[in-house]
């Protein structure tokens, strides 16, 4: 599955993060690395975007990224 | 080695970068104090500070690099930071060492481009700052282990409270005494070959000598500014040969761009196992706490509205009477200076041009400061980044992101920092679509202009037991209309313009935090300062412009003697003026007092009563005043027949005339014309420009307190009143979407790097001004008519 699709609170596990663009590589560089756990704290307002736990610090994710990024839910 | 700062010959030069928002700002003003000066970098729009520290007889040169998660440039911006620590950036000079900051509480992340910056080999001190925060979540770290593994000195700090400045101070100095240290080498021996061989081809190809380290970031970062820049001289062969390089590597199992970031954090891990210890359940902090409440659906949106109604109610409330207060003041420095000049055109110069020019505007003052600190308080506190992220999705509505959302903000204070701050969207075509539209937020010149309008033509009305007024709720929806209509002019642009998809967002929520108050201070302090800088200056200038212009070629000597007149007439009548003006302050509070009759006024009727009573007995006296003082009240209404003639011979007169074809269909008259040219450098100028018209043109009696009274007492030819609630919309309208700013247009040209777009922002803006004042102006009197005709 892929991170958008997480529940409220849900916590997964990274595979990879798919593409070889400036947008994967930012995504890399914020710590989004294989096996690495990301929780998902809520949505904003309006549905979009999405704000995560990774690392310890809070990351803000539209779906149209969180999509690219593959995930195992535990 | 060429110094270009000849005091500092011996200064060592130490760079300073880190995560954003870590506190290198902060650390770098505890550091340096005074003794730090801001430029920026030629060709780009980073800005370049640069600072100087004497500690132990050794003096040290800083340089504060902007915020960077990653040193793996994406744009020419970016690539400065780079070009700094390689010491290629000519106007730095080599470095000697870095500072890396980081956030102690969000230690793994921050230390992603401390690991890029360690492969660069120069000496490194390692600060760990936000020491606090990081023992407030429980978080133990041990400096002294992580000093021995890294071979760089580990430095804890709270930068905000100056703690463990003189540590910062002495590992600085002691690491530029270091030689080079070895990286620690993190990437397989392939990836070192393959770097080499390419360096070679550039040698060959290209004629280029390059550092390694930038060919490796080369290689890694795929499609980044690199590749644009490097493979310029002889693109196909040396972009050829990077892929194949990059396809080599691939199948050696080194696969960029992954592995880059797959071997920096996979180190990082190793490297602070047994350093560091984290709670294993995260406490829950107020940050969470907190953000339930202001990023959920309705509550957040909510808090949202509310908070920015609250900066503008406050600002009315807390600024409106500290208003009165300067211009009171104003108009006393104007009476006392004119009481020491004879009449004649310096008197004129003195008080007409400077004063009523000039203090027009610093009358302001309050206002502005308030906005700012309010700006700063929000920025500094961490909301800001949740405004970004509650209105990503209305952004996406017309094609940009949240990240537009807080260079727009800031554009509510001054669209020059805002313009500035759209440096941080990575992608061109919305970047350049918030700058062009980011000069119709409302910013802090308008609020003069607004200011007069609301406060001079509409009603002291209040709700809610005076909590809300009708002038702060006319201040709210001015300064959201330019906003409003931001938004299908973006929608249009990116339609057209700037077609493209709808670029990432990927950010970080910090952690709310109290702001600090030296650094909110600071930046209020730096905009106001500006804004007075200005106001001496620029408006200045304008002022003893339009001066000459209103004053030129007439002849003033009937003006002048009318002048010895009311003077001596002044002092004949002093004891009647000095009653007449306590009479009127005693009726003024009278009315004040009054809570304004809503629908109670049957079951209040008695005190309404006493009240008129009160009013007529002080309006009986007030005209047995008037009458008594009738000579001097035909000594003004001359001197206001000469001036006006005077001025409308004028060459600004003139000039004005000729234009008022133009605006009449707005409802202005030719000084309101006049008032709007002048006012091309800055907008507030129009409010310096009709003070000086105002003071020069007559409609001035003894009782003028200022600007305000002046518009009121305005008149047509026919005598007509010229301002009226229309006018005064379509002002405020024109005023709301127009490019009266110099400096903005400037700063479009200098970050587009093209006067093109700085004229393509004042045409559409200044057409849409128009179109929206004549609409405003129709508009309102249509609808004044008809709900008075009803
Ligand atoms: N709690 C705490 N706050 C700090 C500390 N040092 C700085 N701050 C605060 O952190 C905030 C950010 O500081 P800045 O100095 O602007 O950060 P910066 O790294 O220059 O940010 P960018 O220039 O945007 O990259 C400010 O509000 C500081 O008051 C610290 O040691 N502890
Ligand atoms: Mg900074």
């Known amino acids: 599955m892929t991170l958008d699709e997480l529940q409220i609170g849900q916590i997964a596990s990274i595979v990879e993060v798919s593409g070889q663009d400036g947008i994967a590589i930012r995504l890399m560089e914020m710590g989004l690395t294989d096996g690495e756990e990301i929780q998902l704290i809520g949505f904003a307002p309006l549905g979009d975007p999405i704000e995560f736990l990774v690392r310890s610090y809070r990351l803000s994710l539209r779906k149209a990224e969180a999509k690219r990024v593959t995930v195992l839910a535990r | ?790």
């Open chain 2, 1 to 790: 080695m060429v110094e270009k700062v000849p005091s500092q010959h011996l200064a060592r030069t130490v760079a300073v970068i880190g995560n954003p928002n870590t506190g290198k700002s902060t650390l770098f003003s505890a550091l340096t104090g005074v003794h730090s000066r801001i430029g920026n970098y030629p060709g780009v729009t980073v800005e370049k500070k640069l600072g100087w520290f004497e500690f132990e007889g050794q003096s040290v040169r800083l340089v504060d690099l902007p915020g960077t998660y990653s040193l793996s440039p994406r744009s020419i911006d970016e690539m400065v930071s780079v070009d700094v620590l390689l010491g290629r950036q000519p106007d730095v000079g080599p470095i000697d060492a870095v500072v890396c900051i980081t956030d102690a509480s969000n230690l793994e992340r921050n230390l992603y481009v401390v690991s890029q910056v360690l492969d660069l080999g120069l000496p490194t001190v390692l600060v760990l700052n936000m020491w606090d925060v990081a023992v407030d979540r429980g978080i133990q770290i041990d400096p002294v282990e992580l000093a021995r593994r890294l071979e760089i000195a580990v430095i804890p700090c709270e930068a905000h409270r100056r703690r463990q400045l003189d540590e910062v101070r002495r590992g600085i100095i002691q690491a530029c005494q270091l030689p080079q240290r070895t990286p620690p080498d993190l990437f397989p021996q392939t990836f070192h070959e393959e770097a080499r061989q390419l360096q070679t081809a550039f040698q060959q190809f290209g004629n280029q000598n390059l550092p390694i380290y930038l060919i490796e970031r080369l290689l890694l970062d795929v499609g980044g500014q690199l590749e644009t820049a490097l493979t310029k001289p002889n693109p196909a062969e040396l972009l050829t040969r990077l892929k194949a390089a990059r396809e080599r590597l691939a199948t050696a199992g080194c696969r960029v761009p992954g592995i880059e970031a797959k071997l920096r954090y996979g180190w990082i891990k190793q490297l602070m196992q047994g350093v560091m210890t984290v709670p294993d359940k995260r406490p829950a902090t107020v940050t969470d706490t907190l953000d339930r409440w202001l990023t959920h659906k309705f509550w957040g949106l909510l808090a949202f509205c509310l908070t920015m109604f609250l900066v503008f109610q406050s600002i009315s409330t807390v600024a409106e009477p500290l208003m009165k207060f300067f211009e009171v003041g104003q108009k006393q420095v104007g009476g006392w200076v004119g009481s020491l000049l004879a009449p004649g055109p310096l008197r004129s110069l003195i008080v007409d041009g400077v004063i009523a020019g000039v203090g027009g505007i610093l009358v302001f003052l309050p206002q502005i400061c308030l906005l700012f600190l309010f700006i700063a308080l929000l920025e500094d506190c961490g909301y800001m980044a949740r405004a970004a992220f509650l209105m990503d999705k209305l952004m996406t509505k017309v094609g940009l992101s949240g990240k537009s959302f807080v260079p727009l903000m800031s554009s509510f204070a001054c669209a020059i920092p805002g313009i500035m701050a759209t440096r941080t969207i990575e992608n061109r075509r919305d970047r350049m679509v918030t700058i062009l539209i980011a000069p119709l937020m409302s910013c802090s010149a308008r609020a003069p202009v607004y200011w007069l309008m609301v406060a001079a033509f509409f009603p002291t009305v209040s709700w809610a037991g005076g909590w809300v007024t009708l002038h702060a709720i006319m201040m709210f929806v001015m300064t959201f209309f330019g906003a409003v209509v931001a938004i299908p002019i973006a929608w249009l642009l990116k339609k057209t313009l700037f077609k493209s998809e709808t670029p990432p967002f990927v950010m970080e929520l910090p952690a709310y935090k109290w702001p600090s108050p030296g650094i909110v201070l600071h930046r209020v302090f730096d905009r106001a300062s500006a804004f007075v800088l200005r106001a001496g200056t620029l408006i200045l200038a304008t002022s003893i412009l339009i001066w000459s212009a209103s004053y030129f070629p007439s002849d003033h000597r009937a003006e002048q003697q009318v002048l010895v007149q009311i003077q001596q007439a002044e002092d004949q009548f002093s004891s009647q003026l000095e009653q007449k003006s306590q009479l009127r302050s005693r009726r003024e509070l009278l009315l004040e007092d009054q809570p304004v009759p809503v629908q109670s006024a049957a079951e209040s009727s008695a005190p309404i009563e006493a009240l008129a009573a009160q009013l007529a007995e002080l309006d009986a006296q007030l005209a047995e005043l008037d009458t008594q003082l009738q000579p001097l009240h035909e000594l003004f209404e001359t001197r206001n027949q000469i001036s006006e003639r005077l001025l409308a011979d004028s060459y600004l007169g003139r000039f004005g005339k000729w234009i008022e074809p133009v605006v009449k269909p707005l409802g202005w008259d030719w000084r309101i014309g006049v008032g709007v040219l002048a006012s091309f450098p800055a907008r507030e100028v129009i409010v310096a420009t009709l003070g000086t018209i105002y003071s020069l043109g007559g409609d001035v009696d003894e009782n003028s307190q200022g600007l305000q009274s002046a518009l009121k007492s305005a008149t047509w030819p026919d005598g007509r009143p010229v301002y009226s609630i229309p006018v005064a919309m379509s002002i405020m309208v024109f005023f709301a979407l127009c490019a009266q700013c110099a400096s903005t247009l400037m700063v479009i040209r200098r970050e587009t790097n093209h006067w093109g777009w700085a004229l393509f922002t004042f045409v559409y803006m200044t057409l849409l001004a128009y179109i929206g004042a004549w609409i405003a102006f129709n508009a309102t009197g249509w609808l004044m008519t008809f709900s008075g005709n009803s």
